[in-house]
């Protein structure tokens, strides 16, 4: 199965049998010792189990999760604080000082280096983001979240790195149902998922890795950066698309409804749509828990224009996600270009309600509207995400 401690998701084949192991058992609790073995202590003990066995940094991983429990029960049950702010950058602290450390020049190993090395969690910028949405979700809510529920929702084996970002109440009303949620059209629903999910992800993804992207020479011509541009798009999108399937697909065999992530986003005709198509579920986050509180405090504040405030939301919070992504300076570029592109887009749909015509399609027919819009935000998306490899960066070194 692999070596102990050195087993990430969804990389090698000790994972899935795993994964077939515990829903396999979730499966036995449900026919034998229903009444006797509650769904959440079973389900706990399966996240548990790979966390301890399996995961590179179980102590770290663990203590993060006891951290930020710790920090939801001081500001939300103990003060029963109302602001957001403070928990929030205290919540997203391990995120930054990792991050931080990341960028720190290598040289001689020192202190910084040691701690760099120790704090290094995988996931923990997708960790971060599901326990701000818990916090405030849920921080106000008479109920108190449990222990049992908290480790649950954070440790769910399919999704415990880089998602799709489930929603607490979601999935909690999944565990409550216990295990009724597990039926059989589920679990073959979850088996299709699942299957789609490996030929995306081993077959597609790693066929254009291994045949075109590994085999490239960087000759610095245009025809280079354009092949390894469009390639790259395509590898990411089925290799990340193939890891949401397969998460998606063992949730269901476990009983738990995964939200989708991906729908056609090639197809996208502009950035809002495209944000609902490609990781529907981090565009719905950033909408909920980055625009509309940007939004907010700029409308109190009433220093700006509507527009301008919307556009103002829009470029910081998907800046903001490029610095999710990492402080190095490719991922800030390419959050700050996605932002871009939605602010043009936001002003282009405001001066078209304004004059009530489409100021720059003029009266071409929908479909060839249609046909340019998928083409410019195809080519728009495949140029941010260049960027957002960083195999261009080195144009960015010789500029800054």
């Known amino acids: 199965m692999g070596k102990l401690n050195q087993m990430l998701p969804f990389t090698e084949s000790g994972f899935f049998y795993f994964l077939l192991l515990g829903v396999a058992l979730l499966v036995i609790c449900k026919g034998l010792f229903s009444r006797k073995l509650k769904y ?42 109302s602001g957001l702010l403070i928990p929030v950058i205290l919540l997203s602290l391990p995120m930054i000082f990792m991050k931080t450390l990341n960028i720190l020049p290598t040289g001689e190993p020192g202190a910084l280096h040691t701690l760099a090395t120790i704090f290094q969690i995988a996931g923990i ?39 799709p970002i489930d ?28 299957v789609r999910g490996l030929l995306y992800k081993f077959i597609i993804a790693h066929g254009i890795l291994v045949l075109v992207l590994n085999q490239l020479e960087n000759n610095g011509t245009v025809l280079f950066h354009l092949t390894n541009m469009y390639s790259y798009l395509f590898y990411l999108f089925f ?79 998907f800046t903001l996600m490029g610095f999710w992504n990492g402080f190095e300076l490719h991922f800030i570029l390419s959050g700050m270009l996605f932002g871009l592109f939605s602010i043009t887009h936001n002003y282009y749909v405001y001066r078209c309600k304004k004059e009530g015509r489409d100021v720059f399609f003029g009266k071409l027919s929908p479909k060839a509207v249609q046909f340019i819009s998928i083409f410019l935000m195809f080519n728009s998306v495949a140029f941010a995400i260049y960027v957002f490899s960083g195999k261009i960066s080195y144009l960015f070194d010789k500029i800054f």
């Open 239 to 317: 290799d990340f698309a193939g890891y949401s399937l397969l998460a998606i697909g063992f949730g269901k065999m476990m009983g738990i409804r995964v939200p989708i992530n991906f729908n056609k986003p090639f197809l996208a005709v502009n950035p809002k749509d495209f944000w609902k198509r490609w990781h529907a579920t981090l565009g719905d986050w950033l909408n909920d828990y980055f625009f509309k509180p940007i939004f907010k405090e700029l409308t109190t504040k009433k220093k700006f224009k509507p527009i301008q405030r919307q556009n103002l939301a829009l470029f910081l919070t």
């Open 125 to 163: 910028s997708f960790m971060t983001f599901k326990v701000i949405q818990l916090y405030i979700d849920e921080g106000q809510k008479e109920e108190r979240v449990s222990v049992l529920d908290f480790f649950n929702f954070t440790a769910f084996v399919p999704t415990l790195l880089i998602g």
């Open 40 to 81: 959440a202590y079973v389900l706990a003990v399966i996240s548990l189990a790979y966390i301890i066995l399996y995961f590179t940094k179980p102590v770290q991983i663990l203590g993060l999760m006891t951290y930020c429990y710790l920090i939801y029960l001081l500001f939300a049950r103990v003060l029963k604080y």
């Open 167 to 194: 929603r607490f109440g979601r999935f909690k009303q999944n565990v409550d149902n216990g295990y009724e949620s597990m039926t059989s059209e589920l679990f073959l629903d979850g088996l299709n998922d699942l």
